[in-house]
């Protein structure tokens, strides 16, 4: 079957690091996806891994490793608006997206 | 420019009745697609399209209809609704190259709906 696996919900403090896990297994593999969802709003993209390694944008990188079915999302100089829902995502064989549940990130002062 | 538009916001039924959801986007993507999105579960996908005409079966389809007639429209019908029909509703789409879907998706802002 095709499953994702990501931590229901993670604190952290503001001005610190935070690393989100997500843990996959699925029919064929299209790439990894991560999405940022803030209480009562849509998902927006932040990022894209295809190829093994680490992919740096601003305070955010995303990491791949396809061999261990393994990605997390690295946050780094954590502020108040980073509190959101992160959702980590697969592009499977039929290139749709399976989707994690989704890591509640609450920041605290 | 206004991306993905979905209307309603917010929505109570009672169960047995029918109502449409409403998705347009003006980016002249290809791909178009509805999710639900429940308390502890991952967005499960309804229905795709991937161009006018063309509609697939997504993981759970039972319940709700679509319809594709032009690149931008994309509704989806409840026919019966039930408490079970209870979530949060996102549209989403893509472009597409080649066939192959680009997965940043843009998504409407949601239509939350409750059935009693």
């Known amino acids: 079957g095709q499953n994702i696996d990501q931590p229901t919900e993670m604190t952290a403090t503001e001005g610190a690091i935070v690393q989100i896990n997500c843990t996959y297994q699925t029919s064929g593999f299209n790439g990894l996806f991560w999405y940022q969802q803030h209480a009562g709003e849509a998902p927006t993209f932040l990022s894209y891994?295809?190829l093994d390694g680490l992919e740096e944008k601003g305070r955010f990188s995303s990491f791949l490793s396809r061999s261990k079915g393994y990605s997390y999302l690295l946050l780094k100089e954590l502020q108040m608006k980073d509190s959101a829902s992160y959702l980590c995502?697969?592009?499977?064989?039929?290139?749709?997206?399976?989707w994690g549940a989704g890591t509640k990130l609450i920041i605290k002062p | 420019n206004a991306g993905v538009t979905q209307t309603p916001k917010f929505q109570v039924l009672k169960t047995g009745q029918s109502m449409t959801l409403q998705c347009a986007q003006d980016m002249n993507h290809e791909y178009m697609s509805w999710y639900r999105q429940d308390p502890g579960m991952g967005l499960r996908l309804i229905h795709y399209?991937?161009?006018?005409?063309?509609?697939d079966q997504g993981e759970v389809p039972n319940g709700y209809n679509v319809s594709r007639s032009t690149t931008e429209d994309f509704p989806l019908r409840l026919l019966s609704a039930a408490p079970s029909q209870t979530s949060v509703y996102f549209c989403?789409?893509?472009?597409?190259?080649?066939?192959?879907?680009?997965?940043?998706?843009?998504f409407g802002s949601g239509t939350r709906l409750t059935v009693v």
């Open positions: 989403a789409s893509s472009y597409s190259q080649e066939g192959r879907i680009s997965y940043g998706y843009t």
């Open positions: 891994n295809v």
């Open positions: 995502a697969v592009g499977d064989s039929n290139y749709q997206l399976i």
């Open positions: 399209s991937v161009g006018a005409g063309i509609t």
